[in-house]
């Protein structure tokens, strides 16, 4: 980076690194999608009925695209705005009743695998900052199968035996129905990625480098 | 009036897989004071930077704006208080689903009350003749229908200055007209961006904007001249090309 | 774009019994829809609950158009659903689901047909204001909500639009090439809509200026 340039935030340091009004457009704009693709073509699969949609591919874009803080932010309103009675749980549910249904474990889990996957994106980005190419989106796709194997499924798989009364074999084998989905959905994601921090440089990326220049 | 002061004014933005960062604005030292400004250039001269400068939406990369001496960067609150913003595309602008809501978010931040807030506003879209749309959805509007909603939302907080960029460009024949009458009939110091040369004559003072720089600063008449001069020598430039000729 | 009024019913204006209702009781109505999962077993109970809200809804005078639309988005879902469980555990439980679902969707609409969003703004607020002692700031909060309510249809859109281009050039077979521009212009939309609320003064963060 040249010397000259330096945004503008660098120049009238803030005490606190508060979000502006673009990021609370972005919280508001995915927590929609994320809301949108949960009532887009659900199927329910499996012998309990959760339901299979996009929801998955929305939450882990959302944390590979907009980084920890932001995710868990929209991930967070997503969730709150469900409980709180609007319908916009997979299947059109709602309430906090889901919390006592099968599928308890996923939704909870989307918050953290978000954040996860956010966390794990600006480490990665970091890493690869001279780096393009495969690398990057390899160690992206580790990153967001990492965290929805630990969050979405681990969870997953908890809600099925608790809400459910299953023993773990038998939530595993009803959660692996997921799992080909899934795989397609986060390389979806991670190209997806790719495509959204290529025509926005500005919404994760260059954040990273602007903190990494500060002097 | 207000008084708008750039002085040495650059705008650079870092491109990915470059060391060198993107010119968007070189050095640019104006005092606008005009009640009636327009600017004219080619797509991606910096027509749109500039205008987002004047309230803070883009902060300079060297140099200074000032609105009636508030800083835009250090005192963009001042700022915004002051210079209202009209999007190109109104549905952009607006946020709420009908009129009456959008205009009364606006008044949010200045007036608490919730009832007087609502008397505001009603008296702000009666004034713009908007009351028989104001519950409408802002889908069921036409575009220069939600045009002049996107303007009476942005006028309700009576704003000094009001920038336009491009308001013109979505809109047919008569809503034009219906723009340029509204416009003309503000007491508003006015900036706007625009490709519509009869809009441009309208004002008291146009900057043709090319490449990051002001090519010309002053009369109407003469800048629309030399702004139709610049895009002429620009397509002869590109003529002997016409990679899209050899196909056919 | 078509999506409006899509999940949610849009604000009526009108001076029913249900427009003078307070607003927290409007809310707690909704909350206490959303518990019906927990709480009913029986399948008639969410039928005549079900049919008690409509007419509540109707109360109002939005009209049954309006109550239609709201609830149209869900119905293919719901037709699954309801097979399904139909299949898997017997009628009265695929009932009682689905007719749940039903409740949930027509009592939110119920709060957003007769309620302006200036006032659940209102109202957003000032459940979030005891929270302010923990740094949140309840007017942004209020504001990203209805944000993301407007957003909805936005998005459902987007998608929309995004299958029939995809369809017309040819590309309906490509996965990314299905879903990509459904993202490029949500982000886009996002970061539009946050440059007209900060050119507006919305939604900036408060500091002390020096």
Not at chain 1, 142 to 154: D, E, K, P, Q, T
Not at chain 2, 229 to 236: F, I, K, V
Request: aromatic share 6%.
């Amino acid at each position: 980076m040249t010397q000259t340039h330096r945004p503008a935030a660098a120049r009238t340091p803030r005490r606190r690194d508060r979000w502006n009004a673009t990021d609370l457009g972005l919280i508001a704009v995915f927590a929609a999608l994320v809301a949108a693709s949960a009532l887009i073509a659900a199927i329910p699969v499996g012998g309990l009925g959760v339901p299979i949609t996009l929801q998955t591919l929305a939450v882990m874009l959302t944390g590979l695209a907009l980084g920890p803080g932001r995710a868990f932010a929209a991930v967070g309103l997503y969730l709150l705005l469900g409980f709180a009675g609007l319908p916009i749980f997979s299947g059109g549910r709602s309430g906090l009743g889901v919390l006592a249904g099968p599928s308890a474990g996923y939704i909870i889990g989307f918050l953290l695998a978000a954040t996860a996957v956010g966390w794990l994106t600006v480490v990665v980005l970091k890493w690869t900052a001279n780096r393009t190419g495969k690398l990057r989106a390899i160690l992206l796709f580790a990153a967001a199968m990492v965290s929805s194997i630990i969050f979405i499924h681990g969870l997953g798989i908890l809600g099925m035996m608790v809400n459910a009364k299953l023993d773990f074999s038998k939530a595993f084998l009803a959660d692996l129905a997921f799992y080909p989905g899934d795989i397609i959905k986060n390389v979806l994601a991670v190209s997806i990625a790719l495509a959204l921090h290529k025509a926005f440089p500005d919404l994760l990326l260059r954040r990273i480098r602007t903190v990494d220049t500060r002097p | 009036m207000s008084i708008i002061v750039l002085d040495r004014v650059s705008v650079r933005v870092p491109v990915d897989g470059r060391p060198a960062p993107k010119t968007l604005l070189q050095e640019l030292s104006l005092d606008l004071t005009e009640r009636r400004i327009g600017v004219i250039g080619a797509n991606g001269s910096g027509k749109s930077t500039l205008l987002r400068l004047l309230n803070g939406l883009v902060a300079p990369s060297d140099g200074t704006v000032r609105v009636d001496g508030a800083d835009t960067v250090r005192a963009v609150r001042e700022v915004r208080r002051r210079v209202g913003f009209v999007f190109t595309d109104p549905l952009s602008q607006l946020v709420m689903p009908t009129g009456r809501e959008d205009v009364e978010l606006s008044l949010r931040r200045s007036i608490r009350n919730a009832p007087e807030r609502r008397a505001h506003a009603e008296s702000v879209l009666e004034r713009f003749g908007l009351l028989p749309l104001a519950d409408q959805s802002i889908y069921e509007l036409s575009g220069g229908e939600r045009q002049l909603l996107a303007l009476a939302a942005v006028l309700a907080v009576n704003p000094e200055v009001l920038v336009l960029d491009e308001p013109s460009t979505l809109l047919d024949l008569r809503n034009r007209e219906l723009l340029r009458r509204t416009l003309a009939g503000l007491r508003q110091q006015v900036i706007l961006s625009t490709h519509d040369l009869e809009l441009a004559l309208d004002m008291d003072r146009v900057l043709v904007v090319d490449a990051g720089k002001v090519v010309f600063d002053g009369e109407p008449a003469a800048a629309v001249a030399r702004y139709r001069a610049l895009s002429a020598a620009a397509l002869e430039h590109a003529v002997p090309e016409q990679p899209w000729r050899e196909q056919a | 774009m078509s999506g409006h009024g899509f999940l949610l019913a849009a604000y009526v204006p009108g001076s029913s019994l249900v427009h003078r209702a307070p607003l927290w009781l409007k809310f707690l109505l909704v909350v206490g829809c959303g518990m019906t999962s927990f709480l009913i077993a029986d399948w008639a109970v969410s039928a005549a609950m079900l049919v008690l809200l409509c007419g509540l809804f109707l109360l109002s005078g939005a009209g049954p158009a309006r109550l239609f639309r709201a609830v149209r988005p869900v119905l293919p879902v719901l037709v699954a659903i309801g097979l399904f469980q139909w299949w898997q555990l017997g009628a009265p439980t695929a009932a009682r689901i689905v007719l749940n679902v039903l409740v949930c969707v027509v009592a939110a609409s119920i709060l957003t047909a007769t309620t302006p969003v200036q006032a659940l703004l209102d109202g957003v607020a000032s459940l979030a204001r005891p929270f302010r002692r923990f740094g949140a700031d309840p007017e942004r909060f209020a504001l990203t909500i209805a944000i993301m309510l407007r957003s909805i249809p936005f998005v459902a859109g987007a998608y929309t639009d995004v299958r029939d281009s995809a369809r017309a050039r040819g590309l309906e077979r490509n996965p990314r090439a299905l879903v990509l521009p459904v993202f490029i212009s949500t982000v886009a939309f996002a970061r539009q809509t946050g440059e007209a609320l900060a050119a507006r003064g919305l939604g900036e963060p408060e500091d002390p200026e020096d």
